[in-house]
């Protein structure tokens, strides 16, 4: 087992007090402490991350799977994750180790994979890409970006699977070396942020603001959980948000399945996120996609001319007939990344 590695982005607060700056909780850590996200652990004044080369998860997924759907169609993502996280929400699939450290004792679990070590898997899986996910990627931040920049080098991509709760520091670093980010907007409640996740909604909207400024190729994610987040209001005022930002920013309203805390409530009704499909487009956003329920709504179309551009089934691209990047049948350029940026 590798030693811990000095954590970046904090400052030193008074006497063995640290003030970490990497999500936006900013917490102020005590001496023997460690963060809200429970990997990051002040000792004598330093900053450390746990998690750094310690990987509890690596696999070789479609790039829709995270769900992104316009950056590298078809492709395959060599995928990462460490224990962690900065959110504590009720629904999470992947509870068993977002929340390890948390539920045992601040146990750490992991196997010592260096960066080069991660490139070298992604380069021999065939991936194109690298994507940070499962868990939180902003808790093992280090780790990743060290990564990214040896990914560039070989020639693949970096795709971040993110809360979005990150810092504008943090953010700064993020966007020289990640080509693509899918961000969850849980909802535009303060009060369900607070109470689901342990977070709140500004953080994750200037977040999305940011890397999209940046150039980063941004999707978003709303998981619409029956009861908290899937009334009519909700969702409009969530599309009307990303319509501020970008029209041509891809949304994915998805199908939510009893898990975790809140395994006592029903799936999500089909016709709910039918719905909110209907309300994205109708507030001006021109690709809206239904998550977790395979079908048409999982189809990519020109918003010009109606044309069937990709064709899905579940996370497999049956078709693609973009030429070019552009509808065969109006010429329309579609928003999105069609070519490897790394390469």
């Known amino acids: 087992m590798e030693p811990p590695v000095e954590a970046r982005f904090y400052e030193k607060i008074g006497r063995n007090r640290v003030r970490c700056a990497l999500c936006a909780h900013r917490c102020l850590i005590e001496e023997g402490r460690r963060g809200l996200c429970a990997v990051r652990e002040n000792r004598g004044g330093i900053l450390f991350s746990l998690v750094y080369g310690r990987v509890v998860s690596r696999d070789r997924d479609p790039i829709e799977k995270k769900p992104l759907f316009h950056f590298l169609p078809g492709s395959c993502a060599y995928s990462v994750a460490t224990v962690g996280c900065n959110f504590t929400c009720g629904n999470c699939q992947n509870h068993y180790i977002s929340q390890y450290p948390r539920e045992h ?3 750490i679990l992991g196997d ?10 992604a380069v021999e899986s065939g991936c194109e890409s690298i994507a940070y996910t499962y868990t ?14 040896l990914a560039k080098e070989e020639g693949r991509a970096n795709v971040l699977v993110t809360n979005g709760y990150m810092t504008e520091e943090a953010t700064e670093e993020i966007v020289r070396v990640i080509d693509a980010a899918n961000v969850d907007l849980k909802g535009m409640s303060e ?8 977070a709140n909604l500004r953080p994750v909207l200037d977040s999305i603001h940011r890397l999209h400024k ?13 009861g908290k987040n899937d009334g009519p209001d909700a969702l409009r005022w ?5 319509v501020g930002i970008s029209p041509s920013i891809p949304w994915h309203v998805t199908r939510f399945h009893p898990a975790y805390k809140l ?3 029903p799936p999500t009704p089909v016709a709910t996120l039918e719905a909110a499909q ?4 109708e507030a001006g956003l021109e690709y809206v996609y239904v998550g977790n329920v395979p079908g048409e709504g999982e189809d990519t179309r020109c918003p010009a001319c109606g044309a069937l551009l990709i064709k899905r089934i579940g996370f497999l691209v049956r078709e693609n007939r973009l030429s070019d990047g552009a509808c065969p049948s109006c010429g329309r350029e579609a928003a999105g990344v069609f070519s490897n940026p790394a390469a």
Do not use: K
Not at 112 to 121: F, H, I, K
Not at 191 to 198: P, S
Not at 278 to 281: I, V
């Open 191 to 198: 009060a369900f942020y607070r109470e689901l996740c342990g």
């Open 112 to 121: 010592d994979v260096t960066p080069a070590e991660l490139v070298a898997g």
């Open 214 to 226: 940046a150039g980063v190729w941004v999707e978003v994610t709303t998981l619409v959980i029956p």
């Open 238 to 242: 969530t599309a009307e948000a990303l």
């Open 105 to 107: 004792g601040g146990r």
């Open 263 to 265: 395994s006592n409530l």
């Open 278 to 281: 209907r309300m994205g487009r």
């Open 136 to 149: 939180e990627p902003t808790v093992y931040l280090e780790y990743a970006l060290d990564a990214a920049h």
